[in-house]
């Protein structure tokens, strides 16, 4: 299927960026080839020439993403790290990025001590505060990296009204959708120029591939800098990775809205409960995000967070008796996670020490609550 616009996005997650193959394979092949043939004048068969350069499983995966996100191009990478990495790295020495305050913490590292060295230079911003916006843009960045909901206070920036100022002021923005996944949230169609994915996540969607992808709004000339960076330095998905993730899209739309729908009745459940002191999560009416998340998405998303009444020791209590859900870091899987957030941040984290972060999965959601009641306690 080679035109999809006209389908609604469940429709383009199963059909967008299918390529022809020879057997008429209705799942498709993968091609492990790491290099491909000429004929006898040196012609290329195919647009694909070696493997650190292009695949067709890769092609097919950006085709898709492309589609969903509403881009004109999409660039997959071998990690979420990896594409922020990449797109930093079009930049120059010199230039400056103004990045949330409470950024993911991997982005945070990577600006701070690696590309720091190399002399890019980052101010962290509070996005929700319109003077330090102002304070920000007049240092004239050179790109602007939105994270919305933020972690793992889940913090709502308003898109278009960032991405509206930093058109006037000459910046590129671009918005980590990693969290709601274009089935929830657009931010190209919001007035960003890039939108960045740790594929890792929804995408994939079952903790099992790693990966990232940076997507490109029409008329941004960026893709060839782009993928000229990605080719010089190799951090290239592998074809059996992005088979995988191609894969995992076809549910995205299904299994992010029930997911969805079962964070809400957790959220619901936790701000009611006499053991929990703050429940962030923008679907509830009472929080800070609602009004502007009501407005720029079609829904808040699977992932929450709490702090429990008594501090960090009764924190690591509930961590310590839950059954159903699992201790570990990440997201997006079909299993629901707990965590403690500021054990894996490090020693120089914000993040309160009665915070849990859980990421829902597609277990019954009474089932999830009664192990969360229990845990509690
Ligand atoms: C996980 C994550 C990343 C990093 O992705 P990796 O695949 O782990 O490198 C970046 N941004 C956000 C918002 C994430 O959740």
Request: with cysteine; aromatic share 6%.
């Amino acid at each position: 299927m080679a035109q999809t616009k006209n389908y609604r996005i469940e429709t383009r997650s199963v059909h967008a960026g299918s390529s022809e193959n020879l057997a008429g394979a209705v799942a498709p092949p993968i091609h492990l080839s790491t290099t491909f043939r000429r004929d006898p004048e040196g012609n290329l068969a195919s647009d694909f020439i070696y493997g650190r350069s292009g695949n067709p499983d890769r092609t097919a995966l950006e085709r898709a993403i492309a589609d969903l996100e509403g881009g004109a191009e999409c660039v997959s990478f071998a990690s979420g790290l990896a594409a922020v990495h990449s797109l930093l790295l079009t930049l120059s020495p010199g230039d400056l990025v103004l990045a949330p305050l409470d950024a993911y913490h991997g982005t945070v590292r990577l600006a701070k001590e690696s590309l720091a060295r190399w002399g890019l230079r980052t101010r962290f911003t509070d996005f929700l505060d319109p003077e330090d916006v102002t304070a920000g843009l007049d240092e004239r960045p050179a790109l602007v990296i939105l994270e919305t909901p933020s972690n793992p206070t889940l913090r709502i920036t308003d898109i278009a009204a960032v991405a509206a100022r930093c058109r006037a002021a000459g910046a590129l923005i671009a918005v980590d959708n990693t969290w709601m996944t274009p089935v929830l949230q657009r931010p190209l169609a919001l007035g960003a120029d890039i939108v960045i994915h740790a594929t890792t996540k929804y995408f994939g969607g079952h903790s099992d591939v790693t990966g990232g992808a940076v997507v490109l709004r029409e008329g941004l000339e960026l893709a060839s800098r782009l993928r000229f960076v990605q080719t010089e330095t190799g951090p290239v998905p592998s074809p059996f990775d992005a088979w995988l993730l191609r894969r995992g899209m076809r549910t995205l739309p299904v299994r992010i809205r029930a997911q969805s729908a079962t964070a809400g009745k957790l959220a619901e459940f936790l701000s009611g409960h006499p053991r929990v002191v703050q429940t962030f999560y923008p679907g509830l009416a009472s929080d800070p995000g609602h009004e502007v998340q009501t407005r720029q998405g079609d829904g808040y998303g699977a992932m929450l967070s709490f702090r429990a009444l008594g501090g960090e020791d009764h924190a690591k209590g509930v961590l310590s008796r839950v059954k159903l859900f699992t201790r570990a870091t990440s997201l997006g899987g079909v299993e629901s996670l707990v965590e403690h957030r500021a054990l894996v941040e490090g020693p120089d984290t914000k993040t309160p020490r009665d915070l849990i972060r859980v990421s829902v999965g597609l277990e019954h959601p009474d089932d999830l609550i009664a192990d969360l009641d229990q845990a509690l306690g």
